[in-house]
């Protein structure tokens, strides 16, 4: 478990997983680790085996109809999601899976508006397909298939994180990065100044804030133009 148990102004995530030491790694560390601390998340990762009735823990089975790898149990996600809701009211449930709706930061925004989440990560072949119908939403991180839903989890979770409220240190770091407006962001520099021939642009070391900013602008769209075109509405 990462972070208290408070439930008033602390975000509140709930995973569920097979894994749950896949996520010691990316939650231990850097902003997330000291947003956790800080109380503006709670994430919690629960072992889906907990809710396995036999001795052996069995939470999957192999796939009706035959075919290759095993396949989660319906019962004993939903006994996971049930008791989660009994205590906390209205998460939304999010499964991750290959053909959910493809994530991005506007999702992001709206998912770091909502006080408790619930990831369900499959693994193996992935869930009997009634799960679907026990979720509010299914999103998937990207056109390829990974091992488990363990690392969409965690990118998510760090993707909203960092738009709470108090979890990065300077406002303006979120309000003009990448994605937050329909642009990528400005090309950063920072000492030496001149490295193997190639130098940091005069417009930088001017100290005319003005024109810096202008030419930042011009920086963003010129890069969102060139990779991203469909991106960029800064006409
Ligand atoms: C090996 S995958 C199962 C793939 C599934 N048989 C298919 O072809 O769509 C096991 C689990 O990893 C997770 N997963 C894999 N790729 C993912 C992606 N791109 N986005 C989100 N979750 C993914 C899902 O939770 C999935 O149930």
Redesign the pocket.
């Known amino acids: 478990m990462y972070g208290p148990l408070c439930y008033d102004k602390t975000m509140k995530i709930d995973i569920l997983t097979l894994f749950p030491k896949m996520f010691d790694g990316p939650f231990s560390e850097s902003i997330i680790s000291r947003a956790v601390k800080k109380g503006l998340v709670s994430i919690k990762i629960h072992n889906l085996r907990d809710w396995a009735k036999d001795k052996h823990k069995t939470v999957d089975d192999s796939p009706y109809g035959g075919g290759a790898g095993m396949v989660l149990r319906v019962n004993i996600i939903d006994k996971a999601i049930s008791t989660l809701k009994s205590e906390i009211p209205k998460p939304k449930t999010i499964l991750?899976?290959?053909?959910?709706k493809l994530f991005n930061q506007k999702m992001a925004r709206s998912l770091s508006r909502i006080p408790h989440l619930i990831l369900i990560?499959?693994?193996?072949?992935?869930?009997d397909a009634r799960v679907e119908k026990l979720v509010d939403e299914q999103?998937?991180?990207?056109d390829?298939?990974?091992?488990?839903?363990e690392l969409?989890a965690a990118v998510i979770v760090d993707t909203i994180t960092r738009l709470l409220p108090g979890v990065v240190g300077k406002k303006e770091s979120i309000k003009n990065e990448s994605f937050s407006k329909d642009l990528f962001d400005y090309p950063a520099y920072t000492r030496p100044e001149k490295y193997r021939g190639m130098r940091v642009p005069k417009i930088l070391l001017s100290g005319d804030h003005k024109k810096i900013a202008k030419w930042r602008k011009e920086q963003s769209i010129k890069t969102t133009k060139k990779l991203r075109k469909s991106l960029c509405r800064a006409d």
């Open positions: 991750l899976t290959p053909t959910g990560c499959g693994h193996y072949e992935g869930f999103i998937s991180i990207g390829y298939v990974l091992t488990g839903g969409p």
